[in-house]
């Protein structure tokens, strides 16, 4: 079993849509988490940080259920330019620690 | 502020060669990460330096080393080239407390 998993999709959403993605982590250990987006070709970016109470940053709101080891990352009013592949990560131990991403979920907005 | 640098972006190898790929992190970071990304999947967590040692080891054979040296850069080699070492290698810095920034990345193909 992947210690990350993600739903790989693709996920064909029009403009204005609301998407959610969800991604399970195997390591209880696993201490903090994030989402990441990562464009063609490009290097993965820092999206948001995911924090228990859940948090929100703009049309981005991501949820974390430590007892299901569970995380979602929803985005509401779907643009063209949010056409990309979402990364979970999890950071495992403290400390020292271990990043593992997932395999990432494929989105393209569509007008 | 220079982000995270690595060289070079692109480099040809043949089977059984070795190669070594560099890392500038970002200012202010001590903490370097090396990552295997192949094409359709998540980054791959290869290992993590610290204080110039290796801290943390993904799944990946002796054939992969390292080092940090004491301005925190990095180098990631790779001995006896197969062709399932093409991928796109990712460095990422970051603080001690994690939150990465990637570089660019090298695109590695082995023929």
């Known amino acids: 079993r992947k210690e990350v998993e993600q739903d790989p999709g693709p996920f064909n959403v029009p403009e204005g849509a609301t998407v959610a993605f969800n991604c399970t982590y195997s390591?209880?250990?696993?201490?903090?988490f994030f989402w990441y987006r990562q464009d063609c070709r490009k290097e993965p970016k820092l999206l948001m940080s995911?924090?228990?109470s859940g948090n929100e940053d703009g049309r981005f709101t991501a949820q974390l259920n430590r007892a299901s080891q569970y995380i979602s990352l929803l985005i509401r009013d779907s643009k063209l330019s949010d056409s990309a592949t979402y990364l979970c990560?999890?950071?495992?131990?403290?400390?020292?620690?271990?990043?593992?991403f997932g395999a990432g979920t494929r989105l393209f907005v569509k007008a | 502020d220079a982000g995270v640098t690595q060289s070079p972006t692109h480099l040809i190898k043949t089977r059984g060669q070795q190669v070594t790929l560099r890392c500038s992190p970002k200012s202010g970071h001590d903490t370097v990460s090396w990552y295997q990304q192949a094409l359709g999947q998540g980054p791959q967590f290869i290992f993590q330096y610290y204080e110039e040692e290796e801290r943390q080891r993904g799944n990946f054979p002796d054939r992969f080393s390292g080092h940090q040296f004491p301005n925190y850069s990095s180098e990631l080699n790779v001995n006896a080239l197969l062709l399932g070492d093409s991928a796109l290698y990712l460095c990422?810095?970051?603080?001690?407390?994690?939150?990465?920034?990637f570089g660019s990345g090298t695109r590695l193909t082995v023929v």
């Open positions: 990560v999890v950071n495992i131990g403290a400390g020292g620690f271990k990043t593992i």
């Open positions: 995911v924090y228990s």
């Open positions: 990422a810095s970051s603080p001690r407390t994690g939150g990465y920034t």
């Open positions: 390591n209880s250990a696993s201490q903090s």
